[in-house]
C-alpha cells in the first residue's frame, strides 16, 4: 500500500492537482488530506469538491485550524491577512462545501496510524511542532507508530530513538527513507499550496506501508495561475507573492 499524504492545501487548485498526478504515477493507491483545505488562495469551492469526491472513495481528511475559521470558530492566531482570506473563504462557500467541513474530525486513527493537522498532544490547539520537545510530546500522545500531521509547512520527520528521546531527521526531496515499525515516527509533510522555506515547489509525501518508507516530494506546478487568481479575487497582494516568491 502507497499513502499519498497531503496537508495545508489552502484552496490551491493548481498545487493539489499536480500533486495528486505526482502521487499516482508513483503508483500511490490510498489518499491522507490532513487540513488546512482551505484559506490563503483563490480556489476553496473546487477544492473542497476534489476532496470530498476523494474522502467518498475511501480518503482520509481531517480538520485543519484554517478549516475551522471558515466554520466560524474564533481563531486570534491568524493574522490578519490569513483573517481576511477566510473572510472572503466563508463568503464563497455554499451550503454544501459548509456541511463537509462541519462533519471533518480532529484526527483519525487506523490501526497504527494516526492523522492530525497539528500536534497529537492537544489537536484542537494548533500547536505547530518545531522543537525537539514539542515533537516528543506528540509522539508520545499519539502513540501509534506513524503520525502524519502538517500545519509547519515545512518538511520535517522525527523518530524516537534507542534511548527513548526524539531524533531530528531532515527529508531529502525524493529520497526513500526507511522507516521500521521499530520506532516510533513523526511526519510533517509540508504544504501543497503555500510551501514555505526556499522552494515554491508544492510538498507532500508518499508512505510506502508494504515497505516501511516513506518519501517527501516537491512539484513543480502553475504557480502563476494560482497566484493571479488570488489577484481577481481581490485578495491580499502578499499571499500571491508569497506563491511567486
Not at 498545487?15 to 483545505?37: S, V, W
Not at 473546487?46 to 482520509?60: F, I, N, P, S, T
Not at 485543519?64 to 481563531?75: F, K, Q, S, T, Y
Not at 530513538?161 to 511526519?187: E, N, S, Y
Request: glycine fraction near 8%.
Amino acid at each position: 500500500m502507497k499513502l499519498a499524504l497531503f496537508a495545508d492545501i489552502h484552496s490551491n487548485l493548481e498545487a493539489i492537482t499536480a500533486c495528486i498526478a505526482h502521487a499516482q504515477a508513483m503508483g500511490a493507491d490510498r489518499y491522507a488530506f490532513l487540513g488546512d483545505l482551505v484559506g490563503y488562495g483563490a480556489d476553496p469551492v473546487a477544492v473542497l469538491d476534489l476532496v470530498e469526491r476523494y474522502a467518498a472513495k475511501g480518503a482520509v481528511v481531517v480538520l485543519g485550524n484554517h478549516d475551522a475559521a471558515a466554520m466560524g470558530r474564533p481563531d486570534d492566531t491568524l493574522n490578519a491577512h490569513a483573517q481576511a482570506a477566510i473572510a472572503w473563504t466563508q463568503t464563497q462557500l455554499g451550503d454544501r462545501q459548509r456541511a463537509f467541513l462541519a462533519g471533518l474530525p480532529l484526527t483519525v486513527r487506523d490501526d497504527n496510524l494516526l492523522f492530525v493537522h497539528a500536534s497529537a498532544a492537544a489537536p484542537g490547539q494548533w500547536i505547530y511542532v518545531t522543537t525537539l520537545t514539542e515533537a516528543e510530546l506528540s509522539i508520545r500522545a499519539g502513540n501509534a507508530d506513524y503520525i502524519f500531521c502538517g500545519h509547519v509547512h515545512e518538511q520535517r520527520l522525527y523518530y524516537m530513538g534507542a534511548d527513548g528521546r526524539p531524533m531530528p531527521f531532515q527529508p531529502v526531496p525524493g529520497t526513500p527513507i526507511p522507516a521500521g515499525k521499530h520506532r516510533r515516527w513523526l511526519a510533517i509533510v509540508g504544504s501543497v499550496g503555500q510551501p514555505r522555506g526556499r522552494s515554491n515547489k508544492a510538498c507532500y509525501a508518499l508512505a510506502d506501508l508494504e515497505r516501511s518508507r516513506l518519501t517527501f516530494f516537491r512539484v513543480a506546478y502553475d504557480y502563476d495561475a494560482a497566484a493571479q487568481k488570488i489577484r481577481i479575487a481581490g485578495l491580499p497582494e502578499r499571499l500571491a507573492r508569497r506563491l511567486e516568491r
